[in-house]
């Protein structure tokens, strides 16, 4: 429970620097979102733009605990454990849709 408590706490304190190597992927999520506007619903738009962000922003830890998104360490050329990967983007899906649906609700609610 400790260690769960620990990377929870390292990957929160390190959230800037997650966000600022997913850039790229933030990007492509607002784009997603804007071009699918005709093409699919707002929830699936949600969906879909939550997902591309999570894959960008997803930590994947060393053995230090610090943590780097998935993508730079592949593209860095190290190994990582595949079942790690996906409850990795899984849970960061699960908290990006969680926040996505929030900001869509208070902007409804004060426009």
Known sequence: M??????????????????????????AAFIAYRAARTS??????????SAIAALGIAPSYDDYGGPLPIFVRLVRGE????????????????????????MSRQRAVTA
Do not use: C, E, H, N
């Open 40 to 49: 699919l619903s707002y929830d699936k738009r949600v969906a879909l733009a």
């Open 2 to 27: 400790q260690t769960a408590i620990m990377y929870i706490v390292i990957t929160a304190l390190m959230a800037p620097v997650l966000l600022g190597f997913a850039v790229p992927f933030l990007a």
């Open 79 to 102: 190994t990582v454990a595949p079942a790690a990967a996906i409850v990795s983007v899984a849970a960061t899906l699960a908290v990006v849709l969680v926040l996505a649906r929030r």
